[in-house]
């Protein structure tokens, strides 16, 4: 297995083992999870976001840390300073995170970390689904030591924000073979008219204990590098459709389009080019 698939010991126990299993439909009966969040956001927290950092290899200093009051505070902090390619022409990552790449076939399910889904599953309006028959699907999957914020990756246009209620299982690898967490879990999903790629949808898409997806702006115009929203607590993920024959990807992430790997990507980066007509 890619290290970088690796699950942690907790989330393996839930969903590798039949009592795990058991237990994790427990927490989610009794909303267990409700208990853990409001404790994430209260200042007992504070201890544990120092811990927390700490395993995580977050760098940040013991001074800076200091200035969260509770971990809620930390996991939600602002960057100003992150750098963007400045190449309006390149593709850039919206977030820190491992990606994985994936063709969008007209006649078959995209298979996505072990699971299946039909493109109705994670954009739920067959009319704009199939818009991106013929595309490309970018998976980017947020760990708990990234940035949790992310950013837009072109100029253009966005129309309305669509919530959709649903569970918070865990995106680490095993959750997703387990259960198909993309059509599961709770999610946002908007559609974009970009300067140099076309229409795109963008889906966030909530994980376990993450307490909310905020995104700041809906029926406006947005520019490159601008941050667009924010994940609340914990791991999450993101997932942006594109039209066929609109963009090349790098050849390192052309070398797993539709394979069970995923390679680290941080905010801002380039990951692919407009496709020249």
Not at 129 to 154: E, N, P, Q
Request: with cysteine; net charge neutral.
């Amino acid at each position: 297995m890619n290290k970088h698939m690796e699950n942690d010991i907790s989330v393996a126990f839930l969903y590798g083992t039949f009592i795990g299993r058991l237990a994790l439909k427990g927490i989610m009966w009794t909303h267990l999870d409700l208990l853990i969040i409001f404790f994430l956001r209260s200042r007992l927290s504070h201890s544990y976001m120092i811990h927390y950092a700490k395993k995580h290899g977050i760098a940040l200093s013991m001074q800076k840390l200091q200035q969260y009051r509770t971990f809620h505070d930390f996991f939600i902090r602002h960057n100003p300073s992150i750098a963007y390619d400045p190449n309006p022409l390149h593709v850039i990552s919206p977030c820190d995170g491992y990606l994985s790449v994936y063709d969008i076939t007209e006649d078959g399910p995209l298979a996505i970390k072990g699971s299946h889904y039909g493109l109705e599953d994670i954009l739920p309006c067959d009319s704009l689904a199939t818009k991106f028959h013929g595309g490309l699907c970018l998976v980017f999957r947020l760990c708990a030591s990234d940035y949790h914020r992310y950013i837009y990756i072109d100029d253009g246009y966005q129309h309305g924000n669509h919530f959709i209620e649903g569970q918070l299982h865990s995106v680490q690898p095993i959750a997703c073979k387990t259960y198909p967490v993309y059509a599961l879990n709770r999610r946002s999903w908007t559609i974009m008219d970009t300067r140099h790629f076309g229409s795109i949808a963008q889906i966030e898409i909530g994980a376990l204990i993450v307490g909310s997806i905020v995104n700041n702006k809906e029926n406006t115009h947005f520019h490159r590098g601008e941050e667009k929203g924010h994940f609340e607590l914990a791991g999450s993920t993101i997932v942006i459709l594109f039209e066929q024959d609109t963009i090349t990807l790098l050849p390192q992430y052309a070398s797993i389009l539709g394979k069970e790997k995923e390679l680290r990507v941080k905010q801002g980066a380039w990951l692919a080019s407009r496709r020249k007509s």
